[in-house]
């Protein structure tokens, strides 16, 4: 048995502080003080005290969860490792993130679409590697191939490795490296992950547009 010697509660009046018979002193949430009419000198059995505190770890956790999602749009992968960092057992992390899930906090189909919107339109990313970077994000394989079904096509693709294609040669054009230029661009755009068969095509594509300049 376990007995309530004193409850103090914190300045910020949201944390109570309980000194058991023991000396122990645990750190509770107010709502749970006030869910289980928690008193100076009332009593508690084993089961009852693992209980109070397995629900006070599931309010640390949420509190962890939801501070992380916060500050930028996380994925459910991103959120778990958070959580085992700091040390939740997988009981309470399937918990918290079941409640994210809920309530729309946690949503990688979302995350993955408006990353997708972000990486095409503003990055002018390729897909290979918007692939990488989402998967390295935790995101499910299914729905990125599903995103990027839905929001990429063959001719933006192209058009994206050709504006970072032109960029490229305008800063090339500015710091007098001419040499193999389209060679050279061939390469940068395979850094960037861009396949061999959109790389051909905007290569004759810049040497149409110089044909005509000359």
Not at 90 to 114: N, P, Q, T
Not at 161 to 189: D, P, T
């Amino acid at each position: 048995m376990f007995q309530i010697h004193s409850i103090n509660v914190s300045k910020e009046g949201k944390k109570c502080f309980l000194e058991l018979n023991s000396g122990e002193i645990i750190q509770l949430s107010l709502d749970l003080v006030a869910k289980f009419k928690l008193t100076k000198a009332k009593s508690l059995s084993k089961e009852e005290f693992d209980i109070i505190l397995e629900e006070q770890r599931i309010i640390d956790a949420k509190n962890v969860a939801l501070n992380f999602i916060s500050y930028k749009p996380r994925t459910k992968s991103q959120t778990i490792q958070r959580l085992e960092k700091e040390k939740f057992s997988h009981k309470i992390i399937e918990k918290v993130i079941s409640f994210l899930e809920e309530f729309g906090y946690l949503d990688d189909f979302k995350y993955a679409k408006d990353y997708v919107n972000y990486a095409i339109f503003s990055k002018k990313q390729s897909i290979k590697k918007i692939q990488n970077d989402l998967f390295s994000k935790g995101i499910a394989k299914e729905i990125i191939e599903q995103v990027l079904k839905e929001r990429v096509t063959y001719e933006s693709e192209f058009e994206n490795a050709l504006i970072l294609a032109k960029k490229r040669m305008k800063s090339l054009s500015q710091s007098n490296k001419k040499k193999n230029v389209h060679q050279y661009i061939g390469q940068f755009l395979f850094r960037k992950g861009f396949d061999w068969e959109t790389i051909s095509r905007v290569l004759e594509h810049l040497k149409s547009e110089m044909d005509l300049q000359d």
